[in-house]
């Protein structure tokens, strides 16, 4: 079974500051790890995706397979960064197109 | 482009009645999917079609069925409703089968009272 887990429902950090958000999965074989982001009153997009290796916004995301996690990182955080990002991945096989998302965390970026 | 479209856009309806939930994929794209997003559980897996055939489903019980039309446009029907039917029924579109990057609609926010 593919699994994601997103340990922060919610994070705030300070216009500036680093910040991370937290994601781990299970899997067996090896899948393709997504971010994916809404922001308000906006829909769902992507935001970026493990194998292109993209700086999207400013947020890089490392996939480390010992680990089974898929961090997203952002040096220096913005105001318009605040929105619910969702980590997300697929299989092989036939569940390749298959999203499963993990329970998702709100960013709040203060100024 | 024109993005994904969903309609209706918000929906109504009482217990035990069945309901359609129509979907455009962005011009081009073949695979559509199927989401279900509530607070409890989040977002959820339905089904995925690519020319005109089911090619993926999550754990949700037969009540809830789709289809595809040659155009690539997608339905998805749930029959008997039930109160835990009420949720934001999300549809994406991908370029082609088995895609993760998937650009979504707007959703359909369904309620079942």
């Known amino acids: 079974a593919q699994r994601v887990t997103q340990p922060e429902k919610l994070l705030s950090v300070f216009k500036g500051a680093p910040v991370e958000l937290k994601c781990n999965y299970s899997?067996?074989?090896?899948?393709?790890l997504f971010w994916y982001v809404q922001y308000s009153r906006q829909r769902l997009q992507l935001l970026l995706r493990?194998?292109s290796r993209e700086s999207i916004k400013g947020f890089t995301a490392d996939l480390n397979k010992g680990e089974t996690s898929f961090h997203l990182k952002k040096p220096f955080a913005q105001e318009e960064d605040s929105a619910m990002y969702y980590c997300?991945?697929?299989?092989?096989?036939?569940?390749?197109?298959?999203?499963?998302f993990g329970q998702g965390t709100i960013l709040t970026v203060h100024p | 482009k024109a993005g994904v479209t969903q309609t209706p856009r918000y929906l109504i309806k009482t217990r035990g009645q069945q309901v359609t939930l129509s979907c455009s994929p962005i011009?081009?794209?073949?695979?559509v999917s199927w989401y279900q997003q509530t607070p409890g559980q989040g977002l959820q897996f339905l089904f995925e079609?690519?020319?005109?055939?089911?090619?993926n489903k999550g754990n949700f019980p037969g009540r809830f069925s789709g289809r595809q039309f040659s155009n690539s446009r997608s339905e998805m029907n749930v029959s008997t409703l039930e109160l835990g039917d009420s949720a934001l029924y999300l549809c994406?579109?991908?370029?082609?089968?088995?895609?993760?990057?998937?650009?979504f609609g707007p959703g359909t926010r369904l309620t079942v009272t």
């Open positions: 994406a579109s991908s370029l082609e089968l088995g895609y993760g990057e998937q650009y």
């Open positions: 899997y067996s074989g090896s899948p393709e």
């Open positions: 493990h194998i």
């Open positions: 997300a991945l697929t299989g092989g096989g036939t569940s390749y197109g298959k999203l499963t």
């Open positions: 011009s081009g794209h073949r695979s």
């Open positions: 079609y690519f020319s005109e055939t089911q090619r």
